[in-house]
């Protein structure tokens, strides 16, 4: 999905974060007024996706307190649902609204007589019309929009959620929730900004740029002049950087996320973890005063904090020796609980610490990190790909294999035809043939690509080039643009020194620069980037950076000034 991402906090001299609660307090009385457009007692039947996002803005008492009788997820199986009012909360999807179809149409099949309403979020597509059309219920329904576009993770982080838009926009080549995008920038740009200045590269970032500027013109009028509490705004494409993503995580937070997958900004530890029968769900963010604490630390670093912690913990539990009654009634009124709640998520996280080093030693793990460092720096390739059939042919993990293949192809601008073909054999051979599509869309985004003999391409790749930076044409070359899509990693690596050159070890305790997150290896292109214009405060003397990456880079100040690119 889209997010964004505050760069507050751990610097002494940043601003306090804006309050983004309101965004939930926003989204949640927007909720209860579309609910009580259905005066009475209703079923909710909610979408599956939505299910962790409602329950952050609205829990299950708050919408009983509006007439909710019964909650379900809705599914592809029928269910009948016992009030006289259904409600819906879907994404606009084909499918949700077929699903929707489903339930009004055996109703009418059972001459059931109920009202139904339907809420599109965060916005209803024309499409969602026509296929209630199609299924002959549009006159049985009425719907709605609720704008809930942005939710508040953490104190820094907001996200609109949307895991689809990936696949949508970059593999089908789908403008439909650019606009979407677009709103959700301005919810925050009313609530937080003016924004004075906004920086931006790759092409959906351009257009997304474009379709808010027109709403802001739209809507000039309403903005009363005060003081920003954002001030720049950043838009990166997700294809401006896919080394990144394909690189092993090495911080807490993130083999968090490797192992256990983060999900809404929560995640399951199994019992494994808790040491007791059952799982838990977790909320990761800063209000985990020992989650704050190690998120961003490299992994080296948790084990020893974790114990100083505890030993810390332990010595405050030591406090009650020796205290009088008063002094006891204080403790256990004021310190206890918070003892108690740090106590508990301690051996969380030490139980984390421990199922996420068993996986990775079993994964071989410092083999893997080795692999992707000499990828990363260009060194022994050959060995580095053999290293990759081995991880094949052991049918390690299929993701994690191919997470590999296309950090391969990244970083060597595609993979030479031999060594193309002979991988995705003996993938196919590990992990069953129905990855034939995998494979097909890996080479579509540009991902996992095979090189073209010689000559042949820079031809093609000159026109098509052209093409897609020709806006005319823009929906037609999207299909194309992955040929026009060499990845040049080797050559904005030197550009940018993504690839720090020392001769001393590597201190993860004291990190000297953004490469820790990766043990000091590499620094991520994307924050590289962020960091260089933010410096020279515009794209002035990154040319060569730009053009690397297809020259859509923009800059514009106060009132939409000077925007350059194509």
């Given at each position: 999905g889209s997010g964004s991402r505050g760069k507050m906090a751990g610097r002494w001299d940043a601003p306090e974060?804006?309050?983004?609660?309101?965004?939930?307090?926003?989204?949640?009385?927007?909720?209860?007024?579309?609910?009580?457009?259905?005066?009475?007692?209703?079923?909710?039947?909610?979408?599956?996706?939505?299910?962790?996002?409602?329950?952050?803005?609205?829990?299950?008492?708050?919408?009983?307190?509006?007439?909710?009788?019964?909650?379900?997820?809705?599914?592809?199986?029928?269910?009948?649902?016992?009030?006289?009012?259904?409600?819906?909360?879907?994404?606009?999807?084909?499918?949700?609204?077929?699903?929707?179809a489903e339930i009004v149409n055996a109703d009418k099949a059972a001459?059931?007589?109920?009202?139904?309403?339907?809420?599109?979020?965060?916005?209803?597509?024309?499409?969602?019309?026509?296929?209630?059309?199609?299924?002959?219920?549009?006159?049985?329904?009425?719907?709605?929009?609720?704008?809930?576009?942005?939710?508040?993770?953490?104190?820094?982080?907001?996200?609109?959620?949307?895991?689809?838009?990936?696949?949508?926009?970059?593999?089908?080549?789908?403008?439909?929730?650019?606009?979407?995008?677009?709103?959700?920038?301005?919810?925050?740009?009313?609530?937080?900004?003016?924004?004075?200045?906004?920086?931006?590269?790759?092409?959906?970032?351009?257009?997304?740029?474009?379709?808010?500027?027109?709403?802001?013109?739209?809507?000039?009028?309403?903005m009363k002049p005060r003081q920003a509490e954002i001030g720049r705004v950043f838009f990166v494409d997700r294809d401006v950087d896919y080394v990144t993503p394909m690189c092993s995580q090495v911080v807490y937070e993130g083999l968090v996320d490797d192992v256990f997958r983060i999900k809404c900004g929560s995640v399951d530890f199994g019992s494994e973890v808790t040491s007791s029968n059952k799982g838990v769900k977790v909320l990761l963010n800063s209000q985990d005063k020992v989650f704050k604490e190690i998120r961003n630390e490299h992994f080296s670093n948790v084990f020893g904090f974790l114990?100083?912690?505890?030993?810390?913990?332990?010595?405050?539990?030591?406090?009650?020796?020796?205290?009088?009654?008063?002094?006891?009634?204080?403790?256990?009124?004021?310190?206890?609980?918070?003892?108690?709640?740090?106590?508990?998520?301690?051996?969380?996280?030490?139980?984390?610490?421990?199922?996420?080093?068993?996986?990775?030693t079993k994964q071989d793990f410092q083999e893997l990190l080795k692999s992707e460092h000499a990828l990363l720096e260009g060194f022994e390739i050959r060995e580095s790909t053999s290293c990759i059939e081995e991880h094949v042919n052991r049918q390690i993990s299929p993701l994690e294999s191919l997470r590999l293949m296309c950090l391969l192809s990244l970083t060597e601008n595609g993979l030479i035809s031999k060594d193309y073909r002979s991988l995705k054999t003996q993938y196919l051979q590990s992990y069953g043939y129905d990855h034939i599509l995998t494979f097909a869309n890996l080479k579509q985004i540009g991902l996992l690509t095979e090189q073209q003999p010689g000559e042949t391409l820079t031809a093609v790749e000159s026109t098509m080039g052209k093409l897609v930076t020709d806006k005319a044409v823009g929906k037609l070359t999207d299909a194309f643009s992955s040929l026009a899509r060499k990845s040049h990693f080797r050559a904005l690596s030197k550009r940018l020194n993504l690839i720090p050159r020392t001769e001393e070890e590597y201190d993860l305790k004291v990190p000297r620069d953004m490469a820790y997150v990766f043990s000091g290896a590499y620094v991520p292109l994307s924050c590289k980037i962020i960091e260089q214009v933010l410096e020279r405060d515009g794209w002035a003397g990154m040319e060569e950076v730009s053009r690397l990456l297809n020259n859509n880079e923009f800059i514009t100040v106060g009132k939409f000034l000077n925007c350059s690119g194509p």
């Open positions: 974060p804006p309050d983004f609660d309101i965004l939930k307090r926003l989204a949640r009385d927007q909720l209860i007024y579309l609910l009580e457009q259905l005066p009475g007692k209703k079923d909710l039947f909610i979408e599956a996706a939505l299910m962790s996002p409602l329950d952050r803005i609205a829990n299950v008492s708050i919408l009983k307190q509006h007439d909710v009788e019964k909650l379900y997820k809705l599914e592809n199986k029928v269910v009948q649902g016992v009030s006289d009012q259904l409600c819906f909360l879907v994404r606009p999807r084909i499918a949700s609204v077929k699903h929707v001459s059931k007589l109920r009202k139904y309403k339907i809420i599109f979020t965060p916005q209803k597509f024309f499409m969602c019309e026509t296929v209630l059309e199609e299924e002959g219920i549009f006159g049985d329904v009425s719907f709605d929009e609720w704008a809930f576009y942005l939710l508040p993770m953490d104190d820094d982080l907001i996200s609109m959620e949307l895991p689809e838009f990936f696949r949508d926009y970059f593999l089908e080549g789908d403008h439909r929730w650019i606009c979407t995008v677009a709103k959700a920038l301005h919810v925050l740009h009313s609530l937080f900004g003016p924004f004075t200045k906004t920086y931006g590269i790759g092409r959906c970032a351009k257009m997304t740029y474009k379709l808010w500027k027109e709403i802001v013109e739209d809507s000039e009028n309403e114990s100083q912690k505890a030993r810390r913990l332990q010595a405050q539990y030591d406090k009650r020796q020796g205290m009088d009654i008063k002094q006891m009634k204080d403790f256990v009124s004021q310190e206890l609980k918070t003892l108690k709640q740090e106590h508990r998520l301690l051996s969380l996280h030490i139980g984390a610490c421990e199922s996420i080093m068993k996986k990775k």
